[in-house]
C-alpha cells in the first residue's frame, strides 16, 4: 500500500451532508465527535468545507430538493474520497419509500462505499462503520 | 552554498519538525482539556502527507497562478524568516545589520498570502475572511512594532537581532525590566492574533464562515498553508523568545531552559485558545488600537526613559 493511502486512511476529514433526514442521525453523527467517542483518536476530523473533505457522510432519504445539490457536492470533492451512508433512511429511504419526493435510493445515485444501518445508528456502529471502510480499502 | 543549507536545515527541515511537534501539543493539549484522547503523535505529519498525495480543485474562473502562488509565497517567507532568527541565535555575530526589520516584515508576510488566496478564491466565505484577515493585519501591527521595538531601544538603538541578544547575554532578559515585561505582554496578545487562533480567529471563524480564505482550497495548496500555519506556531514564539527572553543557546543546560521558554510559550497560546471566546472584528479593532496601543507607546516610552 503505498505511503498516500496510508496516509489518507489515517486522517480522513469528514463532510456531513443530511439530505433530508430527521436530524437523528446528524445528532448520533455528532456524538462521535463528543468525549465519550472522539474520533479525533482515529485522526477524523470534522471539515467545514467540501474542499477540505475525504469522507462524504450522508444521511437522510435524497429528496428531489437536496439531489442536485448532493451531486454538485459529490463532483466537488477533491479525489480520492469515499462515501458512507448513514441511517435507514440513506440506505433504502426507510419509512419514506413510497414517498413521491424520493424518488431514488442514495446508492442509485452516488457510489456508496460503506452502509450504516439503525434508524438512527448508534455511535459505536458509526465508529464500526468506519473501521469497515478503513477495511476495506486497505484490503483492495 | 552555505546559505542555502541553512535555508534547508534551519528554515525548513528543523523548524518543520518542530512546528508539526507543537501542532501535535496544541491538538493534544486541547483534546485533553475537553476530557478527549486526541490525535496520535504523527497526525500533523500524516495530514499534510494525505492532503499532499489529494487533487488538487480549482475553482472555475480564478486565476491559476495567483490562487496557486499565494501559499507558496507565504511559506517561502516563513522559511526565510526562520533561517534569519535561527542563524541569529545560533552564531549571533552572523546576522546582518536590520534583520530586525527584516524578520518583521517577513511576519507580517503570511496574513498578507492568506488574504490574497482569499481574494483569489472567488468565492464569497473566503473574500469576507480575507477582508476580516486584512483588518486584523492593520489593528495588531502597529501594537506588534511598537512592543518589538523595545528590545532595541534598550539594546543601544541597535537594529541587529545578533546585538539584541549579546545585549540580553550581558544585562539579563529585556522581560525583566519593567518596559520590557509590559512589551512582552503586548507581544503575546499580538501573537494570538497574528496565528489566527481563538479568541482573535476571526478570519477562519470555522463555525460562521468556514475557514473563510481557506474555504476554497483543498490537497497541495492547503497543505502548504497548514504547513506555513504550523512553522509560525514555532516561529512566533521563537522571535519573542529572541526579543523579550535572551533567546534561546545551544549548549548544554541552556537548552534546557530555551525548551522550556518555548513550551511556556506554547502553553499559553494553547490555554489562551481554549479557554476563550471569539471576538467580533470591531472588538479585536478596538481592544487593539485602544488599551493594546496605549500600553505599548507606554512601554516605549518607558524603554526611552531608561527603565
Ligand atoms: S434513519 Fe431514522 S433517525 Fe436517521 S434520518 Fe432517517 S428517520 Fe431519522
Given at each position: 500500500?503505498?505511503?498516500?493511502?496510508?496516509?489518507?486512511?489515517?486522517?480522513?476529514?469528514?463532510y456531513?451532508?443530511?439530505?433530508?433526514?430527521?436530524?437523528?442521525?446528524?445528532?448520533?453523527?455528532?456524538?462521535?465527535?463528543t468525549?465519550r467517542?472522539?474520533?479525533?483518536?482515529?485522526?477524523?476530523?470534522?471539515?467545514?468545507?467540501?474542499?477540505?473533505?475525504?469522507?462524504?457522510?450522508?444521511?437522510?432519504?435524497?429528496?428531489?430538493?437536496?439531489?442536485?445539490?448532493?451531486?454538485?457536492?459529490?463532483?466537488?470533492?477533491?479525489?480520492?474520497?469515499?462515501?458512507v451512508?448513514?441511517?435507514?433512511?440513506?440506505?433504502?429511504?426507510?419509512?419514506?419509500?413510497?414517498?413521491?419526493?424520493?424518488?431514488?435510493?442514495?446508492?442509485?445515485?452516488?457510489?456508496?462505499?460503506?452502509?450504516?444501518?439503525?434508524?438512527?445508528?448508534?455511535?459505536?456502529?458509526?465508529?464500526?462503520g468506519?473501521?469497515?471502510?478503513?477495511?476495506?480499502?486497505?484490503?483492495? | 552554498?552555505?546559505?542555502?543549507?541553512?535555508?534547508?536545515?534551519?528554515?525548513?527541515?528543523?523548524?518543520t519538525?518542530?512546528?508539526?511537534?507543537?501542532?501535535?501539543?496544541?491538538?493534544k493539549v486541547?483534546?485533553?482539556?475537553q476530557y478527549?484522547?486526541?490525535?496520535?503523535?504523527?497526525?500533523?505529519?500524516?495530514?499534510?502527507?494525505?492532503?499532499?498525495?489529494?487533487?488538487?480543485?480549482?475553482?472555475?474562473?480564478?486565476?491559476?497562478?495567483?490562487?496557486?502562488?499565494?501559499?507558496?509565497i507565504?511559506?517561502?517567507?516563513?522559511?526565510?524568516?526562520s533561517?534569519v532568527?535561527?542563524?541569529?541565535?545560533?552564531?549571533?555575530?552572523?546576522?546582518?545589520?536590520?534583520?530586525?526589520?527584516?524578520?518583521?516584515?517577513?511576519?507580517?508576510?503570511?496574513?498578507?498570502?492568506?488574504?490574497?488566496?482569499?481574494?483569489?478564491?472567488?468565492n464569497?466565505?473566503?473574500?469576507?475572511?480575507?477582508?476580516?484577515?486584512?483588518?486584523?493585519?492593520?489593528?495588531?501591527?502597529?501594537?506588534?512594532?511598537?512592543?518589538?521595538?523595545v528590545?532595541?531601544?534598550?539594546?543601544?538603538?541597535?537594529?541587529?537581532?545578533?546585538?539584541?541578544?549579546?545585549?540580553?547575554?550581558?544585562?539579563?532578559?529585556?522581560?525583566?525590566?519593567?518596559?520590557?515585561?509590559?512589551?512582552?505582554?503586548?507581544?503575546?496578545?499580538?501573537?494570538?492574533?497574528?496565528?489566527?487562533?481563538?479568541?482573535?480567529?476571526?478570519?477562519?471563524?470555522?463555525?460562521?464562515?468556514?475557514?473563510?480564505?481557506?474555504?476554497e482550497?483543498?490537497?497541495?495548496?492547503?497543505?502548504?498553508?497548514?504547513?506555513?500555519?504550523?512553522?509560525?506556531?514555532f516561529i512566533?514564539?521563537?522571535?519573542l523568545?529572541?526579543?523579550?527572553?535572551?533567546?534561546?543557546?545551544?549548549?548544554?543546560?541552556?537548552?534546557?531552559w530555551?525548551?522550556?521558554?518555548?513550551?511556556?510559550?506554547?502553553?499559553?497560546?494553547?490555554?489562551?485558545?481554549?479557554?476563550?471566546?471569539r471576538l467580533r472584528?470591531?472588538?479585536?479593532?478596538?481592544?487593539?488600537?485602544?488599551?493594546?496601543?496605549?500600553?505599548?507607546?507606554?512601554?516605549?516610552?518607558?524603554?526611552?526613559?531608561?527603565?
Amino acid at each position: 500500500m503505498d505511503i498516500r493511502l496510508k496516509a489518507l486512511l489515517k486522517s480522513l476529514w469528514v463532510y456531513h451532508l443530511s439530505t433530508g433526514s430527521c436530524n437523528n442521525c446528524d445528532i448520533e453523527v455528532l456524538d462521535c465527535l463528543t468525549p465519550r467517542y472522539d474520533i479525533e483518536r482515529f485522526g477524523m476530523l470534522p471539515a467545514g468545507s467540501i474542499k477540505h473533505a475525504d469522507l462524504l457522510l450522508i444521511t437522510g432519504s435524497c429528496n428531489r430538493q437536496s439531489v442536485a445539490r448532493m451531486k454538485r457536492l459529490y463532483e466537488q470533492v477533491p479525489r480520492p474520497c469515499f462515501v458512507v451512508a448513514i441511517g435507514e433512511c440513506a440506505l433504502s429511504r426507510g419509512m419514506f419509500i413510497h414517498s413521491y419526493n424520493c424518488p431514488q435510493p442514495l446508492d442509485r445515485i452516488i457510489p456508496v462505499d460503506v452502509y450504516i444501518p439503525g434508524c438512527p445508528p448508534k455511535p459505536e456502529a458509526i465508529i464500526a462503520g468506519m473501521v469497515k471502510l478503513l477495511e476495506k480499502v486497505k484490503n483492495k | 552554498m552555505i546559505h542555502l543549507i541553512y535555508l534547508l536545515v534551519f528554515g525548513f527541515l528543523l523548524t518543520t519538525c518542530i512546528g508539526l511537534a507543537a501542532s501535535w501539543i496544541d491538538r493534544k493539549v486541547t483534546a485533553r482539556i475537553q476530557y478527549r484522547v486526541g490525535p496520535p503523535l504523527l497526525q500533523p505529519l500524516l495530514d499534510i502527507v494525505k492532503l499532499l498525495g489529494k487533487e488538487t480543485v480549482l475553482p472555475s474562473g480564478v486565476s491559476r497562478v495567483t490562487f496557486l502562488a499565494a501559499p507558496m509565497i507565504g511559506l517561502a517567507s516563513v522559511m526565510v524568516v526562520s533561517t534569519v532568527l535561527w542563524v541569529n541565535s545560533l552564531y549571533p555575530s552572523q546576522g546582518f545589520v536590520g534583520d530586525w526589520i527584516v524578520a518583521l516584515y517577513l511576519l507580517a508576510i503570511p496574513s498578507l498570502s492568506v488574504i490574497l488566496g482569499g481574494f483569489a478564491s472567488r468565492n464569497p466565505l473566503a473574500g469576507l475572511g480575507a477582508s476580516r484577515e486584512m483588518k486584523l493585519v492593520l489593528a495588531y501591527e502597529l501594537p506588534f512594532v511598537l512592543a518589538a521595538l523595545v528590545p532595541v531601544i534598550e539594546a543601544d538603538c541597535s537594529i541587529r537581532l545578533g546585538d539584541i541578544l549579546n545585549f540580553q547575554r550581558a544585562n539579563g532578559a529585556t522581560a525583566t525590566s519593567p518596559a520590557g515585561a509590559l512589551a512582552l505582554l503586548v507581544a503575546i496578545v499580538c501573537m494570538q492574533a497574528k496565528l489566527a487562533l481563538v479568541p482573535f480567529d476571526i478570519p477562519e471563524a470555522e463555525t460562521e464562515i468556514l475557514c473563510g480564505p481557506l474555504v476554497e482550497y483543498g490537497g497541495p495548496p492547503l497543505a502548504i498553508y497548514r504547513l506555513m500555519k504550523d512553522m509560525l506556531l514555532f516561529i512566533l514564539p521563537f522571535f519573542l523568545i529572541i526579543l523579550f527572553l535572551g533567546g534561546v543557546r545551544c549548549d548544554g543546560v541552556h537548552l534546557f531552559w530555551g525548551v522550556l521558554k518555548y513550551v511556556g510559550l506554547l502553553a499559553l497560546i494553547t490555554v489562551g485558545r481554549n479557554t476563550n471566546p471569539r471576538l467580533r472584528i470591531d472588538q479585536a479593532l478596538k481592544f487593539f488600537w485602544g488599551p493594546v496601543t496605549f500600553i505599548s507607546i507606554g512601554a516605549v516610552l518607558l524603554a526611552a526613559w531608561g527603565h
